[in-house]
């Protein structure tokens, strides 16, 4: 696929689903040719605000009539093994919201699917986008930290995510939510297999306010090569945090260490009459109206790489990978105990 237009279809027309539309409307080699929702008045509502001309309710519906080249699956975090599956068959290419699927069983037949469709996924694991991220990434690359020995990663929602944001919230997790990134964000750092993990979680704040899910998960990971890394991942943040995300990391090499404070920069800061926020410079922020932001840079880089040929900046076994450590956490978290990954026939990535 060099040189064309990509024709993109989007399935799932929340939030997340009109921002992938926007991306590749802006984006100078794609175009969105038609919508699918299960839900008809968000798709036709989001084909009416952005000028698409087709909408539908029914995905196999709008693969088999559209001619479409790719598809954006944003769907809720468990409901996305299925379009992926229907996507192959229809040989298209796909960028899959994080995380790729939250059962053993949809990540092995996602897998299966896109090798045997030949088709190119990518999953929008897009922190490896961020700025202060990519750079830090770069010092452990160049080797200025040395070997890394241990690291620490907070990734924290402000509670409104869970309790009026997503509808579903409670059929998900903090740790499918956010604990993906957290997981791809060490193993891109530490370069290297979780082996082995050992989480603990609370439980009651959320369930208190109607939603069923886990407050937080503290846990270990044990990486192959020695290296060990703490995550953080809750949904039970104040609300008036000035920010949605609390996101704080640390590395230590034999070498030296490297800092990241991605939320409370202070960089900007900004005072009303009734409150303190500190704007967001990194993450969906515009710049004369173009969206400058790491998580739509992840976006445009779909269609960048699908039309250089060029691979993904996450590779399929990577994002299967950060599902079945995610799986391993919250059984540990259950279990109460430590848990060894299973990759399964996954070797590679
Ligand atoms: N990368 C990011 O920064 C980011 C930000 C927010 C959300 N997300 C991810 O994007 C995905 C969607 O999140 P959201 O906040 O947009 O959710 P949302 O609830 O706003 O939208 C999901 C939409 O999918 C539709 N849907 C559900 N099942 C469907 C099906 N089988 N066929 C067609 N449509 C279906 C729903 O009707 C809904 O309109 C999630 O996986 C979430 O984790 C990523």
Redesign the pocket.
């Known amino acids: 696929m060099t040189g064309s237009e990509v024709r993109i279809g989007i ?7 009109e921002t992938h539309a926007r991306i590749y409307q802006a984006h100078p080699a794609s175009k969105v040719v038609a919508v ?4 008809a008045g ?1 798709a036709s509502g989001l084909a009416s605000r952005l000028g698409i001309d087709s909408w539908y309710d029914d ?1 196999e519906e709008m693969f088999t009539k559209e001619g479409l080249d790719s598809v954006a699956i ?4 468990f ?1 996305h093994a299925e ?1 992926a599956i229907a996507a192959a068959r229809h040989g298209l290419h796909m960028l899959i ?2 995380p790729l699927a939250t059962t053993r069983d949809d990540v092995f037949r996602m897998i299966d699917a896109i090798t045997a469709g030949e088709v190119r996924a990518m999953v ?1 694991l ?1 922190n490896r986008f961020s700025p202060p991220f990519n750079v830090a990434r770069q010092s452990v690359a160049d080797g200025e930290l040395g070997e890394l020995q241990t690291g620490y990663m907070r990734l924290n929602d402000a509670k409104w995510v869970a309790t009026d944001l ?3 919230a409670a059929q998900s997790s903090i740790l499918w ?1 956010l604990g993906s990134h957290s997981v791809d964000t060490l193993r891109w750092f530490f370069d290297d297999e979780v082996t082995r993990v050992y989480s603990v979680s609370r439980s009651g704040l959320l369930k208190g306010l109607g939603v069923d899910t886990v407050d937080s998960y503290l846990t270990t990971l044990e990486f192959a090569g020695g290296g060990i890394a703490h995550m953080e991942n809750g949904w039970i943040n104040p609300n008036a945090m000035p920010n949605i995300n609390d996101i704080k990391f640390t590395v230590v090499g034999d070498k030296g260490m490297i800092s990241i404070d991605a939320s409370s920069h202070n960089l900007i800061q900004k005072y009303t009459e009734e409150k303190v926020t500190v704007p967001d410079v990194l993450v969906r922020d515009h710049v004369f109206g173009y969206p400058a932001g790491f ?1 739509y840079q992840s976006i445009r880089s779909f269609v960048d790489s699908l039309v250089s040929g060029e691979d993904f900046r996450v590779s399929l076994p990577d994002s299967a990978k950060v599902s079945l450590i995610v799986l391993a956490i919250m059984e540990s978290a259950k279990k109460r105990q430590p848990v060894e990954v299973d990759y399964g026939v996954i070797t590679t990535g």
């Not at 944003?74 to 975090?77: C, G, M, Q, R, Y």
């Open positions: 399935v799932g027309a929340g939030t997340w689903g699918c929702d299960s839900n968000r995905y944003v769907t809720p975090d409901a379009i919201e994080k929008d897009h997503l509808p579903w939510f998580a």
